[in-house]
């Protein structure tokens, strides 16, 4: 029997993506919690991270991928999606939502888990997307232009740079 210690990512993840014959690299680093600390596990610039956010829009689950560097802009979401109710998922609903990944480590695979995706347009001019897959301690890295092919994003800018504190 052969252990399989190189990597952690939930098999249902690995099943998705080598079942769409995607090219992607995982990535193995020290444990990270925050999209930030991902990216600088990985000595990356949070531009080059990206950050799943779950939300309800109008009732309706999806999920928004933005720069690891960045913060959410509900509004412009809000008004890209054209929906009345926008919010982040409660973390009690997020992990009856996605059981097979740890708190705060989920891709941002919607077909996976029945959500729309939206991606911010910083996101979408990179050719690269590195993002968590399933644990605090694997990413995924592969061509933006594949993982477009496999989540379908609508492309909007809703997200703004953090402001630095003086």
Known sequence: MVQEEQMAIPSRIRDFLDSENVPY????????????????TLHLSG?????????????????AVLPASNRLNLQDLRVAMEVTHLEMLPESELIRLFPDCERGAVPPLGRLYGMNVWVDRTISDSELIVFCAGTHEDCIRMKYSDFAKLAMPRVSRFSEVRAIPA
């Open 25 to 40: 690299e995982e990535l193995r680093h020290e444990p990270a919690f925050t999209g930030q600390e991902v990216a600088h």
């Open 47 to 63: 531009k080059r991270c990206a950050k799943t956010v779950v939300l309800s829009g109008d009732g309706r689950l999806v999920m």
